[in-house]
């Protein structure tokens, strides 16, 4: 007769092994719909995602005539000058107070992508910026939809590619990969790299300990999270003071200039030279 101490045994290697088995799968199964134009590829994930599209859905557009970022402002797409990208997230295992750090993970994403396809070393303004020689080169629009199945995520990313993404009248405060290497990147590479990066983040992100390593990667990728000199713009007030790291949801800490720690889940950050 089989002893209880075996069948325990047994059962906790069965536990272990189909642990072992759920962290090898793919959480994410990308497949991408290509469009040569469309308004907003944010606007057509959505739209898909209420007809039931799959996580892991991507739409890919070569150029939108209403992009947009944060806000609702313009987000400028000219044909083949940038990288307009959308993803559609069903994020189930992460409470919905964790969902600003799917932001947080596609920007770390963005990141990997771009080392890896362009060998371009980037920063990361809170909350959403990447950033190259302190002028933007890639926004994230992070939006949630209401569908039959349940709410999802839908992430929006813009990469400028060369100059023609951005108009003259910004030279000053955007840049592009072009600008950056030399060299314009090839879509198509950057667009791979950039859907492996999101994957393997966005398994990060759920796995036990993802949230907080998420925050941790997130943090030594960004010159912002700690001791910058920077101005936040509020709805009703703007003030000055010093980043002091993450919350655990991904909200910036600002120490003002009065020494009150402020936590901030909207808003602009600028950066400031720091005073002598």
Same mark, same amino acid.
């Given at each position: 007769? =089989?002893?209880?101490?075996?069948?325990?045994?047994?059962?906790?290697?069965?536990?272990?092994?189909? *642990?072992?088995?759920?962290?090898?799968?793919?959480?994410? *199964?990308?497949?991408?719909?290509?469009?040569?134009?469309?308004?907003?590829?944010?606007?057509?994930?959505?739209?898909?995602?209420?007809?039931?599209?799959?996580?892991?859905?991507?739409? +890919?557009?070569?150029?939108?005539?209403?992009?947009?970022?944060?806000?609702?402002?313009?987000? !400028?797409?000219?044909?083949?000058?940038?990288?307009?990208?959308?993803?559609?997230?069903?994020? %189930?295992?992460?409470?919905?107070?964790?969902?600003?750090?799917?932001?947080?993970?596609?920007?770390?994403? +963005?990141?990997?992508?771009?080392?890896?396809?362009?060998?371009?070393?980037?920063? !990361?303004?809170?909350?959403?910026? !990447?950033?190259?020689?302190?002028?933007?080169?890639?926004?994230?629009?992070?939006?949630?939809? =209401?569908?039959?199945?349940?709410?999802?995520?839908?992430?929006?990313?813009? @990469?400028?590619?060369?100059?023609?993404?951005?108009?003259?009248?910004?030279?000053?405060?955007?840049?592009?990969?072009?600008?950056?290497?030399?060299?314009?990147?090839?879509? =198509?590479?950057?667009?791979?790299?950039? +859907?492996?990066?999101? %994957?393997?983040?966005?398994? !990060?992100?759920?796995?036990?300990?993802?949230?907080?390593?998420?925050?941790?990667?997130?943090?030594?990728?960004?010159?912002?999270?700690?001791?910058?000199?920077?101005?936040?713009?509020?709805?009703? %007030?703007?003030?000055?003071?010093?980043?002091?790291?993450? =919350?655990?949801?991904?909200?910036? &800490?600002?120490?003002?200039?009065?020494?009150? @720690?402020?936590?901030?889940?909207?808003?602009?950050?600028?950066?400031? &030279?720091?005073?002598?």
């Amino acid at each position: 007769m =089989e002893s209880y101490r075996t069948r325990l045994f047994l059962a906790r290697r069965f536990s272990t092994a189909t *642990r072992a088995e759920n962290l090898m799968k793919p959480i994410l *199964r990308p497949v991408i719909l290509r469009f040569d134009s469309l308004p907003s590829t944010n606007t057509e994930a959505a739209r898909q995602a209420q007809h039931g599209a799959p996580e892991g859905l991507c739409v +890919v557009a070569r150029e939108q005539t209403s992009g947009r970022g944060r806000q609702e402002r313009v987000w !400028i797409s000219p044909a083949d000058a940038g990288l307009y990208f959308s993803i559609v997230l069903r994020p %189930e295992s992460l409470a919905p107070q964790s969902w600003p750090l799917l932001t947080l993970m596609s920007a770390l994403a +963005v990141h990997d992508a771009l080392l890896e396809a362009c060998q371009l070393e980037t920063d !990361i303004k809170w909350p959403n910026d !990447i950033i190259a020689d302190d002028r933007k080169l890639c926004g994230i629009l992070a939006e949630t939809v =209401e569908t039959e199945s349940g709410r999802v995520v839908v992430v929006g990313i813009g @990469i400028n590619l060369d100059d023609r993404a951005f108009p003259s009248e910004l030279k000053e405060i955007a840049t592009s990969v072009a600008q950056r290497t030399g060299n314009k990147p090839d879509r =198509e590479t950057l667009l791979q790299s950039l +859907v492996r990066a999101i %994957e393997r983040r966005y398994k !990060i992100l759920q796995s036990p300990g993802g949230e907080a390593a998420t925050i941790s990667e997130w943090t030594r990728r960004s010159s912002y999270a700690h001791d910058r000199r920077v101005r936040v713009s509020l709805s009703t %007030e703007i003030f000055d003071g010093w980043t002091r790291g993450l =919350e655990a949801d991904g909200a910036l &800490r600002v120490e003002t200039d009065q020494g009150e @720690i402020r936590i901030i889940r909207a808003g602009d950050i600028t950066s400031l &030279r720091a005073q002598a």
